[in-house]
Nanobody
Framework: QVQLVESGGGSAQPGGSLRLSCAAS????????TTWFRQAPGKEREFVAS????????????AVKGRFILSQARLETTVNPTVHLQMNNLAPEDTAVYYC?????????????????WGQGTQVTVSS
């Protein structure tokens, strides 16, 4: 089992920035990736970005490419594998509940049905 705990999120104005973090614990050594999805009211869960632990690879949805940046937390700052999602130049359409997920054997993998482990979700609201 892998447990995922998200932090960050909140409210921002258009053009602003927020940072989300996802920390994995439990059998975290087994995970291939830490992936972010988001879900806006009335919409399906949408792939955002994915970080591959082997080789620190990153993959982004077109909607966020060039604005969102994935990074691995410095090992000396945490005992759990942690990925940051830096969200810059936010727009109202970025408003959603953001979830981190792990457990898919594939990378990159944009299908939420293939992920075994999910965080609790964190709200991101972008408005003026």
């Amino acid at each position: 089992q892998v447990q995922l705990v998200e932090s960050g999120g909140g409210s921002a104005q258009p053009g602003g920035s927020l940072r989300l973090s996802c920390a994995a614990s439990g059998r975290s050594f087994s995970i291939v990736s830490t992936t972010w999805f988001r879900q806006a009211p009335g919409k399906e869960r949408e792939f955002v970005a994915s970080f591959r632990w082997a080789g620190s690879g990153t993959y982004y949805a077109d909607a966020v490419k060039g604005r969102f940046i994935l990074s691995q937390a410095r090992l000396e700052t945490t005992v759990n594998p942690t990925v940051h999602l830096q969200m810059n130049n936010l727009a109202p359409e970025d408003t959603a509940v953001y979830y981190c997920a792990s457990g898919s054997p594939d990378w990159p993998d944009s299908d939420p049905a293939k992920y075994l482990y999910w965080g609790q979700g964190t709200q991101v609201t972008v408005s003026s």
